[in-house]
């Protein structure tokens, strides 16, 4: 059993990013995928910005997921694995925009607090969130060829054409895909073998390129999925992924628990440092010291799944955008479970990078106790403390924040100025949303000044002020395209004469 890893940015961690004064290149782009791609004609395809969020109540899981295509315009599908027959009232298409606002929720952030006048009455508030509740089925054998397969049921969604298969054989499934019109990956049968054998069964859903609409730019702008099973194990299948894996992916996840944060049961756990102060550098290059951070945590932590925010859906401080309402939850599976759409919905992000080498198992999930950090207003040394995750009971108010602090330069004029004391207005922050740009870093340094309350702080004598805490909006492109990557199960594109 793995346990959650102490998260404290330890002085090592710290002094390393404070003292790197070289230059950081851009990482080069990383694609997660929890299953592959197959393409006519060998064209190449890639799922560059899916998203899926899992709730969890009780023994169901509802499962959610957005994913764009880039590729040729022929018909192509997808398979996820799952573990029973699904059918059309299990299965639904989603707006866009509720994954938009969750990224926009969860996403690490870099926020400024400006130093208030030290001549004016101060009054010391600390920003604190209250958790707030908040066709027809049909079964045909096509075991015909030995191939071992059985279509359990199968029906329409908008643009979708699903089937239900059942394999005996992995073998059998491999080429019952091929003769079906899929190139598929060499391979597929290792990879799809351990489903088979424990009898999980496959969402196959084929997609009619004259039922999608496309930019123009040529990619599918497809509808977001959404299907719900019950199952006793909470788990997420991504070994799928490995069969067009290009070396280290990136993975992340967004759970729903009612009154409940999720961690993972088969691998380490580790929570992303947080609440450091920066310098004016990194407001310019916010995606490349965040990149910095991760990878010298996973190296202290390897082959862990970080958590980089679990916070109550209804609430957030400061909040970058509109949190996650009633009408929200019901979206995301909330008329579907158990308990519906009341109570205290718990939204956590988990960033998982691995390789071949890394990923032996599908992600399984478990409940964790409540942490927090990320919180709290600096004080009069312009110091922060909570820089990883403190346990909370059941109260969870964890986030990934980065801050700035502008102390106050204009005039002071009174006898006893009161210096240190650090607010914002009420215009609301925005996120570093989790599909982004890569940025072009060459020459640029990794900025110095990286502190937390262990090892340095900002002085108030430097760096200009203005009067507010805010997330720079040019930053919206600025965290490296591999934060935010994954597909979940995997898509086939179908050859065109079937």
């Given at each position: 059993m793995s346990r959650l890893v102490p998260s404290l940015a330890p002085a090592p961690l710290i002094t390393l990013l404070a003292a790197l004064g070289a230059s950081l290149l851009a990482t080069p782009q990383a694609r997660a995928f929890c299953g592959f791609y197959v393409a006519g004609a060998d064209a190449s395809l890639y799922n560059d910005a899916t998203m899926v969020v899992l709730m969890r109540d009780g023994q169901r899981t509802v499962l959610s997921m957005q994913n764009s295509?880039?590729?040729?315009?022929?018909?192509?599908?997808?398979?996820v694995p799952v573990p029973e027959v699904l059918h059309e009232e299990d299965v639904r298409t989603l707006p866009r925009e509720i994954f938009r606002k969750i990224d926009q929720l969860s996403a690490p952030r870099l926020v400024e607090y400006w130093e208030e006048d030290p001549c004016?009455?101060?009054?010391?508030?600390?920003?604190?969130?209250?958790?707030?509740?908040?066709?027809m089925d049909e079964?045909?054998?096509?075991?015909?060829?030995g191939y071992q397969v059985q279509i359990e049921a199968q029906f329409s969604v908008a643009e979708y054409d699903v089937v239900i298969l059942s394999a005996g054989d992995s073998?059998?499934?491999?080429?019952?895909?091929?003769?079906?019109?899929?190139?598929?990956p060499s391979g597929a049968a290792r990879v799809l073998r351990p489903y088979v054998e424990s009898g999980t069964k496959f969402f196959v859903a084929k997609i009619d390129a004259g039922r999608v609409q496309f930019d123009a730019n040529g990619r599918a702008v497809l509808s977001p999925l959404r299907f719900h099973f019950d199952d006793p194990h909470f788990q997420l299948p991504v070994r799928l992924g490995l069969l067009n894996s290009q070396g280290e992916q990136d993975l992340i996840?967004?759970?729903?628990?009612?009154?409940?944060?999720?961690?993972?049961?088969?691998?380490?756990?580790?929570?992303?440092?947080?609440?450091?102060?920066v310098d004016q550098q990194v407001r310019d290059h916010f995606g490349a010291f965040y990149e910095r951070l991760l990878e010298e945590t996973l190296q202290q932590h390897p082959g862990a799944v970080l958590t980089e925010y679990a916070w109550s859906a209804s609430s957030c401080d400061p909040c970058p955008g509109p949190t996650l309402d009633g009408s929200d939850i019901l979206t995301l599976g909330g008329?579907?479970?158990p308990s519906g759409a009341g109570g205290d919905w718990v939204l956590t992000r988990l960033h998982f990078r691995y390789t071949e080498q890394i990923l032996g198992e599908d992600l399984v999930f478990r409940p964790a106790p409540g942490i927090r950090g990320g919180n709290g207003i600096p004080d009069a040394d312009g110091r922060l403390s909570e820089t990883g995750a403190i346990p909370s009971g059941s109260w969870n108010s964890f986030q990934g924040r980065y801050v700035q602090?502008?102390?106050?330069?204009?005039?002071?004029?009174?006898?006893?100025?009161v210096r240190g004391q650090w607010g914002y207005n009420n215009r609301a922050p925005i996120s570093a949303p989790g599909r982004l740009q890569d940025p072009t870093l060459?020459?640029?340094?990794?900025?110095?000044?990286?502190?937390?309350?262990?090892?340095?702080?900002?002085?108030?004598?430097?760096?200009?002020?203005?009067?507010?805490?805010?997330?720079?909006?040019r930053e919206s492109a600025a965290l490296p395209t591999a934060i935010g990557l994954v597909l979940l199960g995997a898509a086939f594109l179908r050859r065109r004469g079937r």
């Open positions: 295509y880039t590729g040729p315009t022929e018909d192509f599908a997808m398979i004016q009455p101060q009054y010391r508030y600390e920003g604190m969130a209250v958790p707030s509740g908040a066709v079964s045909a054998s096509e075991s015909g060829g073998n059998g499934l491999e080429r019952w895909l091929h003769d079906e019109g899929y190139n598929i996840v967004h759970t729903l628990g009612n009154g409940t944060r999720y961690e993972v049961a088969n691998y380490p756990n580790a929570t992303i440092p947080t609440n450091i102060v008329d579907v479970v602090l502008h102390p106050w330069e204009g005039e002071i004029s009174c006898r006893n100025p060459s020459g640029a340094a990794l900025p110095a000044g990286v502190s937390t309350s262990g090892s340095g702080s900002a002085s108030p004598q430097s760096s200009r002020g203005c009067g507010r805490c805010t997330v720079d909006p």
